[in-house]
C-alpha cells in the first residue's frame, strides 16, 4: 500500500521499541516505516475500536483516526479496555487519546467529536488509508461500508452479538463489500444492540484483534486479506469471512476459530439467496 521510499526513517527508540518486528523477515525495517507511514481511521472507540486501535497505536501505525461522540460509563468497563474506572464520565475520545500516547507516543491521534453521517463520512474517511468498523449500530454499518466503496478505502469489518462475532474485509479494490454479504439492513429493532441483548465481554477482544491483525496486513501488503472474490461463485465472497462463536470454547473448553469452512459455505448460500431472491450483480450498492 505505501510506498517504501517516502516513509519516514525511525528513531533509535523507535527501532528498540519494535525490535519485534525488525527481526520478521515479513515485516523488517521496510514493513515498519510502512506501518508509520500508514493511517487508519476507527469508527467508534468502544468494544472494538479498544483493543483494534491499542493494537494498532502498540504496531506503529503513524496516524489513528477515532471517531466518537460517547461519554464512559460503567457498563463499558466489562469489555472497553481503552478506558478506566478513573474514566467514569470522561469523553472516550480523550480517554482514547490518553490511552494510546502512553502505549506509544510516535502515533498522531485524531479524534474526531462527532456522530458519522452521509454528510461528513467522505470527508472523514478521505486522509486515511484503511477505515476500521468498530460500529455498533446497522445504520453506521451501512454508512461506513457505501462511504469505504464510493471512496475506495479498505473497510476492517468487525462484529458482535452476544456470543458470536464476524470479521472481514470489504471494499478493497475489486472485492466484495458489506451489501454483497447482507444487501439490506434488516427492520429496526428486529437484531438487540449489545444494550438490550449483551455481550461476553472477552468477544469484542477477539473480533478487534482480527481487525487489526486484517489492518496491518493490508498495511504490510502481506498475507492474504480475509476477502475472496469471484465472479463465478457468490459463495466464495463469504468465505473469507472469520465466524467466532465463543461458546464453542467457552462452554466446550475447545478452542474454535473457523475460517468460513464447510458449514458457511452452505450456509451463506442459502443466506444469500433468501436475502436476496436472486443473483443480482456483485456490485457496490452505495445508497
Ligand atoms: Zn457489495
Redesign the pocket.
Known sequence: MAVVETAPELSSEEIKRYSRHLILPEVGMDGQRKLKQSSVLCIGAGGLGSPAAMYLAAAGIGRIGIVDFDVVDYSNLQRQLLHTTPDVGRSKLASAKDKLNALNPHVQVDTYETSLSSENALNLFEPYDVILDGTDNFPTRYLVNDAC?LSGKPNAYGSIFRFEGQASV?ATKGG?????LYPEPPPPGLVPSCAEGGVIGVLPGIIGVIQATETIKLMLGIGSALKRYSTMDYTLTVLSLIWVSVPAFFFRNTVHLRTRAKRSRRSMRSAWFSASGNRSP????PM
Do not use: K
Not at 176 to 180: A, F, I, N, S, T
Open positions: 466503496v470489504f466484495p463489500c458489506y451489501r454483497c456483485l456490485i457496490a450498492r
